[in-house]
């Protein structure tokens, strides 16, 4: 398990087409090939910022936490996630006047950046699922002592999950089952407590599959907590590991839809 607080995240200010935005780096860098996890909180704090369609080659969660906007047609506020399998065209994000802050989360670190469309020829098959939901964080958190367990997604055979938890003052609750998949938990509000480690709003914890299960520890002053879980290893692109080390041979891929 690794467990890092807000303030422990690499600050990196990228430009970008309308503006400069900053990169906050968790766990991983983009753009650098690796099979371990990837989590970065990508901020665009101007009207207008735009990311065009693409896909990975990679499952992925994004999950905005601040300012508005829309993720292909789709409006997005705090705390709406989204789930991608791997080889699954999204987008474009676009931000509103307030701008846009979300988290990226990856079960194995993204082998390239391909923009849609005209980088149809680099899918295996057919697009897999797009999924969005949202952690209504304005319901707050219950009674001290107290925790509820709100499913956010319509369950996936393959455990594919988002659940919110909601934790009140001092309230102690187990994480999501430790079955052999890979997870994130997101600090939305409030704060908990690991290891002896506090973590306060947009900390991350990231479970690896071989990992006991978590236990949450909220503070005083309760706690929301986004637990995100992936699917295992299977014959589906994008979630082998062994498959993907393949990909260290031809590098890091950035095809943008001009001339690709």
Not at 50 to 63: K, L, N, T, Y
Not at 106 to 128: D, L, V
Request: net charge neutral.
């Amino acid at each position: 398990m690794l467990a890092i607080a807000r303030s422990e995240a690499r600050i990196k200010d990228v430009k970008v087409a309308g503006g400069v935005g900053r990169r906050h780096g968790y766990i991983g860098e983009p753009g650098q090939l690796n099979q371990g996890a990837q989590a970065f909180l990508v901020v665009r704090p101007f009207a207008g910022a735009r990311i065009e369609p693409h896909f990975h080659d990679v499952d992925q969660f994004q999950v905005v936490i601040e300012g508005d906007g829309k993720i292909g047609k789709k409006p997005v506020v705090p705390v709406t996630f989204q789930y991608a399998d791997a080889f699954t065209p999204y987008g474009p994000i676009v931000a509103n006047e307030n701008g846009l802050s979300f988290f990226t989360l990856r079960n194995i670190a993204s082998g390239g950046f391909w923009e849609m469309p005209g980088n149809r020829q680099h899918m295996p098959g057919r697009a897999g699922r797009n999924i969005e939901g949202i952690f209504d964080v304005s319901k707050g958190v219950p009674a001290a002592g107290e925790a509820t367990r709100e499913p956010l997604m319509t369950a996936q055979a393959d455990g594919v999950m988002a659940i919110g938890f909601r934790l009140g003052a001092n309230a102690r609750v187990a994480g999501l089952a430790a079955d052999g998949k890979g997870q994130f938990y997101l600090v939305c509000a409030g704060s908990i407590v690991t290891g002896g480690k506090k973590l306060q709003e947009r900390s991350l914890i990231r479970v690896e599959a071989h990992d006991p299960e978590l236990e949450l520890l909220a503070g005083h002053e309760g706690a929301l907590v986004l637990a995100l879980q992936f699917s295992a290893a299977s014959d589906r692109p994008g979630t082998d590991p062994v498959k993907l080390s393949e990909r260290a041979v031809h590098g890091y891929v950035n095809l943008r839809a001009q001339g690709a």
